[in-house]
């Protein structure tokens, strides 16, 4: 059984997920594959990815895409990109309707299998405070994280989640845009085209 078959037939989170406000059964939605040059990590599948069963097609994934500098076909190639939450499953809504976080299980049980079958990732994207705390090791929040992209770059770079909840962080903090975005963009491009 390949990695890949074995994340897909994952019921780790079968009771906890029959729990939730939406009591929805795991879908892992699995999106990597050997000789990708460029790690997207983020959080967790949303309500609209468990359905289609493609990562980032919501919202925020045309944000991320914006950000990035990519088109949909290039962002879903999976010989250059390799798309790894930090749970493979949509985790489910609280009881007031926000997302839940990403079941530490997840990550623990498969993301460093995942990442030993990804040698040729040359750029890592870090979406979200799991996934800079997974990748980084940094106990900080997420604006400081951000603020010391330089640290990271230019193989690494922590964003902030692109959802549209955090449109007022994007506008509280201009240095996102105006610094880490086209350096961002910059590097995207030299690894897509070595």
Known sequence: MTLISEING?????????????AHAPRPVVWFAPGAKILISGQAPGMKVYHSGRPFTDPSG????????????TFYDLTLIAIVPMAFCFPGYDAKGSDLPPPKICGQTWHDRVMATLPDVRLRVLVGGAAHKYHL?????????????????????ALPHPSWRNTAWLKKNLWFGADVLPALRARVKEVLND
């Open 10 to 22: 994952c019921r780790l989170c079968a009771d906890r997920f029959g729990a939730t406000q939406t």
């Open 62 to 73: 045309d944000r991320l895409r914006d950000w990035l500098g990519l088109d949909s076909d």
């Open 137 to 157: 090791g940094v106990k900080t929040g997420v604006t400081e994280t951000i603020k010391g992209w330089r640290d990271h770059a230019p193989h690494t770079f």
